[in-house]
């Protein structure tokens, strides 16, 4: 079946500072990778996605670049922000299943000022 | 607009009530879905619903009953609910005929009493 390992974390940063959380899938097939937001309170929030080999997802300063050969779909940001603080969620579908999506566990990011 | 609104934002609820959890999203998208999330975890997925029928039921107690109206409305009635069903509850909607990502709502905050 597919599955999502990302870092857990917590992860704690200071204001400015470079952001990278891994995350590595096993799927079948040619899934379609996301990162998805969750702020305190709040619903998941869909933050970029890549749906092929090479394809790179950004938005609002983040950004993951889907790597079939290392199964891998790694989140970054060159700056955070205090804004930033939130869980981040690495999740896939496909592998069968175009409704079913496998989330990693979340990583906790907290930036300080 | 990626709009998915849910209401009410909290409900607070003894073992022998009933009460229902609405979705509503205008985006035209004919999947939706039902999440359960745990603080500190993902979102565990309940039902789907394709073209309002039900698609998908991951083994959810018969406490819980999915109803879908039409294509924008979707619901999940509550009916002698335990503690341990104290979570965020999350509806999502995608529009799986181009893509895969779904969009989520804000979630209702419901507690078992």
């Known amino acids: 079946g597919n599955s999502v390992t990302q870092m857990e974390g917590p992860v704690t940063l200071s204001e400015e500072a470079f952001l990278t959380i891994n995350c590595t899938y096993t799927a079948t097939g040619y899934p379609s990778l996301f990162w998805y937001v969750q702020y305190p309170g709040e619903g998941l929030q869909l933050l970029l996605k890549a749906t092929k080999a090479d394809d790179k997802g950004s938005n609002k300063g983040f950004e993951a670049t889907y790597r079939k050969e290392t199964t891998s779909f790694h989140l970054e940001k060159g700056s955070v922000q205090v804004s930033d603080s939130a869980v981040y969620f690495c999740a896939l579908i496909g592998g069968g299943s175009n409704y079913k999506l496998t989330f990693g566990k979340g990583t906790l990011l907290t930036v300080n000022p | 607009d990626t709009e998915v609104t849910q209401t009410p934002k909290h409900l607070v609820m003894g073992m022998t009530n009933k009460k229902s959890l609405k979705c509503e999203q205008h985006?035209?998208?004919?999947?939706m879905y039902w999440y359960k999330q745990k603080a500190k975890k993902p979102p565990e997925l309940m039902f789907v619903?394709?073209?309002?029928?039900?698609?998908i039921n991951e083994s959810v107690p018969s406490r819980f009953s999915p109803e879908c109206p039409n294509s924008s409305l979707l619901n999940l009635h509550l009916h002698a609910l335990q503690p341990e069903d104290s979570a965020l509850y999350l509806c999502?909607?995608?529009?799986?005929?181009?893509?895969?990502?779904?969009?989520f709502g804000p979630g209702t905050r419901l507690t078992v009493t």
């Open positions: 985006m035209g998208h004919r999947a």
């Open positions: 619903y394709s073209y309002e029928k039900l698609s």
């Open positions: 999502a909607s995608s529009d799986h005929r181009k893509s895969y990502e779904q969009y």
